[in-house]
């Protein structure tokens, strides 16, 4: 495994990690390439617990961030002081980060993951522990909303939130059993996706994206089969 990007993703990247917050880790790392041709292909992702890890190979890193996935999209946004390992090619991918993006993807996939924690709310029940996450659930799905809507507008990621009180207060006054106020953020999201005039294209730049894949596959190929 050769880890080409990683970084700490999550609450602590966000702005919202409070003393119990758990340290959420992603990377993306490259196969050897000719592993990738055998009877036993390495594992597309490997993900650990204590500490909290997932690790995605580069073609499976891709395929993700081309369809928008919001936790793969922020590993090539993260503040500087996030990143915990950087290569030349992990370097190389933060430089074409926006040929990941396109405007139907992006809507799609933040109003769906907003949706998902929409959806755990109101199922929540009221048993032990409920109303710490019925106030995480809000927090995730207030920074989807706001993540995803500015992301739509202005072709920029932000990451670190400029008041992550408001989201703690958010999720605390959802928890307390305010459902129509998320219910409330997620049509006005609706609402917005649908008349922003957003500068995404509508199809990514997958010629860009397979550009860097193929030059990953290239330099982890052994030396007497790439001819260098």
Known sequence: MHL????????????????GSDVDRIG??????????GLHPPRESVVTTGPDVTLHEARKYCGLALKGNPTATELMWLPEECYETRTEFGDRLITIRSAFLSAPRVRDAYLGYA?????????????AGSRGRSAKHARHLARLVH????????????????????FRAFGDRVAA??????????AEAERDFDTIRTPLPARPDEETVER???????????AELSGR
Not at 116 to 122: K, V
Not at 147 to 166: H, K, S
Not at 177 to 186: I, K, S
């Open 212 to 222: 860097w894949l193929l030059d990953v596959r290239a330099a982890f190929l052994p």
């Open 147 to 166: 993540q995803g809507r500015l992301l739509y507008a202005t072709g920029v990621l932000q990451i670190r939130l400029d008041d992550p009180e408001w």
């Open 177 to 186: 059993g305010e459902l129509t106020e998320a219910r409330a953020l997620v």
């Open 115 to 127: 949706g998902q924690q929409f959806r755990r709310l109101a199922s929540r029940d009221s048993g």
């Open 4 to 19: 080409l990007l990683s970084g700490i993703v999550g609450s602590v990247a966000y702005g919202l990690a409070g003393p």
């Open 28 to 37: 993306v790392f490259a196969a050897p390439t000719v592993a990738l041709h």
